[in-house]
């Protein structure tokens, strides 16, 4: 596969390391609780999205900025990107969300530590209430993503990564109350594999990734349909392309030479 031979597809998957690790470790340590008293909700979701914000316009143009297994396999679906690709970001991206979250316990006192910031329910939500707000939370993400970075948009204004920083704190803003809004398998994965708790993680994982496929099916086929036949999109997830190819990929879902400033 030539993707294999890419050193530009090593950049990106090293790239979606570097830019989840760093995700994780600003946006758990805004969680973390320093001090007593009402949980500072908004500071939180504002650090994840101004996080969100900034690591997708730095690391956009090399990898696509997905930081987020999710919206991964969003594109997955898709057909913007090989499945070949996706298994390396969502490597890339677990392991990169376990280092930042190591380095986040490693320089934090241990009376501040607590459960490092590990997603759970909150009372009175049900398995299935918690797996229903991931699924809206991380399907108007990538309705936002795939809406605000599409090449085939005419006369697009502002940031890409700014309106997807605001999608991600809109998302903390209500899903902290639910479920600690997860919206991003990789940030949940870390801290319970740091404090070696799995109860329930499984809707971390579920719900996110039906909210990003039902995202992708929303915009990719019913607001504003690719016209792309079957053959092209199997080409697509084989990853058959060409190696001329590599430099004429779609925005987000692989790397280019990103048409606005957002991304």
Same mark, same amino acid.
């Given at each position: 596969?030539?993707?294999?031979?890419?050193?530009?597809?090593?950049?990106?998957?090293?790239?979606?390391?570097?830019?989840?690790?760093?995700?994780?470790?600003?946006?758990?340590?805004?969680?973390?609780?320093?001090?007593?008293?009402?949980?500072?909700?908004?500071?939180?979701?504002?650090?994840?999205?101004?996080?969100?914000?900034?690591?997708?316009?730095?690391?956009?143009?090399?990898?696509?900025?997905?930081?987020?297994?999710?919206?991964?396999?969003?594109?997955?679906?898709?057909?913007?990107?090989?499945?070949?690709?996706?298994?390396?970001?969502?490597?890339?991206?677990?392991?990169?969300?376990?280092?930042?979250?190591?380095?986040?316990?490693?320089?934090? $006192?241990?009376?501040?530590?607590?459960?490092?910031?590990?997603?759970?329910?909150?009372?009175?939500?049900?398995?299935?209430?918690?797996?229903?707000?991931?699924?809206?939370?991380?399907?108007?993400?990538?309705?936002?993503?795939?809406?605000?970075?599409?090449?085939?948009?005419?006369?697009?204004?502002?940031?890409?990564?700014?309106?997807?920083?605001?999608?991600?704190?809109?998302?903390?803003?209500?899903?902290?109350?639910?479920?600690?809004?997860?919206?991003? $398998?990789?940030?949940?994965?870390?801290?319970?594999?740091?404090?070696?708790?799995?109860?329930?993680?499984?809707?971390?994982?579920?719900?996110?990734?039906?909210?990003?496929?039902?995202?992708?099916?929303?915009?990719?086929?019913?607001?504003? $349909?690719?016209?792309?036949?079957?053959?092209?999109?199997?080409?697509?997830?084989?990853?058959?392309? $060409?190696?001329?190819?590599?430099?004429?990929?779609?925005?987000?879902?692989?790397?280019?030479?990103?048409?606005?400033?957002?991304?």
């Amino acid at each position: 596969m030539w993707e294999f031979r890419s050193m530009m597809f090593w950049r990106a998957v090293f790239a979606e390391f570097f830019g989840t690790m760093f995700f994780v470790f600003f946006g758990m340590g805004a969680a973390l609780r320093w001090t007593s008293g009402p949980y500072h909700v908004f500071h939180t979701a504002l650090c994840f999205g101004f996080a969100a914000a900034t690591l997708i316009q730095s690391i956009g143009h090399i990898s696509g900025g997905h930081i987020n297994p999710a919206v991964t396999f969003a594109y997955l679906v898709g057909s913007q990107m090989s499945l070949f690709r996706a298994v390396f970001y969502w490597c890339a991206q677990c392991l990169g969300a376990m280092a930042g979250a190591a380095v986040l316990y490693g320089v934090t $006192p241990n009376n501040m530590r607590g459960n490092m910031a590990l997603n759970t329910l909150q009372p009175g939500i049900s398995l299935g209430m918690a797996t229903t707000v991931e699924v809206f939370l991380t399907m108007q993400l990538v309705v936002c993503i795939f809406s605000v970075t599409d090449d085939r948009r005419n006369g697009r204004m502002g940031s890409a990564a700014l309106a997807i920083g605001f999608s991600v704190t809109m998302g903390h803003l209500m899903g902290m109350y639910y479920t600690g809004a997860g919206m991003n $398998p990789a940030r949940s994965f870390a801290p319970a594999v740091l404090m070696r708790n799995f109860i329930n993680h499984w809707v971390y994982w579920v719900g996110p990734m039906i909210g990003g496929a039902m995202g992708a099916i929303l915009y990719d086929f019913m607001l504003f $349909p690719r016209m792309r036949g079957l053959s092209e999109r199997l080409a697509t997830l084989k990853g058959s392309r $060409p190696p001329e190819a590599e430099n004429q990929q779609d925005t987000r879902g692989e790397p280019i030479e990103l048409k606005t400033q957002a991304l």
